[in-house]
Nanobody, 124 residues
Framework: QVQLVESGGGLVQAGGSLRLSCAAS????????MGWFRQAPGKEREFVGA????????YYADSVKGRFTISRDNAKNTVYLQMNSLKPEDTAIYYC?????????????????WGQGTQVTVSS
C-alpha cells in the first residue's frame, strides 16, 4: 500500500499563493494518476483537480480553474498543487489521493489511497 504525505499548507492572506506537495512511497508512483481534494468545515470533501500518469493531462474543478495548477515529478515521486489568487473560500484541509483509473474521476470513492491532509487557511 502506498503512503502519501502532504505538506506545504499554512495561513495566507487572500490573493496570496501556496504550493502543496504530496510525496509518495514505493516504486509505482508514475503508473497512477493522482488527485487533489479538499474538505472545508461542515462540508463534504470535494474534487479540486487531478493529473494523469504523465504531466500531459490535468483536470480542474471550475472553482479553481485558472488559479490552481497541478504538476508531478515522477523522478521524485511527488505531485504538486500550486495555488494562486487564493480566496477565503479555499480554506480547507487538502488531501492528495491515488486512483487506478486512467482518466482520474472527480468522485472520491474512485481513489484508493489518501494522505493525511494539510490545512490551508486563507484570511480575508
Amino acid at each position: 500500500q502506498v503512503q502519501l504525505v502532504e505538506s506545504g499548507g499554512g495561513l495566507v492572506q487572500a490573493g496570496g499563493s501556496l504550493r502543496l506537495s504530496c510525496a509518495a512511497s514505493g516504486r509505482t508512483f508514475s503508473t497512477y494518476p493522482m488527485g487533489w481534494f479538499r474538505q472545508a468545515p461542515g462540508k463534504e470533501r470535494e474534487f479540486v483537480g487531478a493529473i494523469g500518469r504523465s504531466s500531459g493531462s490535468t483536470y480542474y474543478a471550475d472553482s479553481v480553474k485558472g488559479r490552481f495548477t497541478i504538476s508531478r515529478d515522477n523522478a521524485k515521486n511527488t505531485v504538486y498543487l500550486q495555488m494562486n489568487s487564493l480566496k477565503p473560500e479555499d480554506t480547507a484541509i487538502y488531501y492528495c489521493a491515488r486512483t487506478k483509473y486512467a482518466i482520474p474521476p472527480r468522485y472520491d470513492s474512485a481513489y484508493d489511497s489518501w494522505g493525511q491532509g494539510t490545512q490551508v487557511t486563507v484570511s480575508s
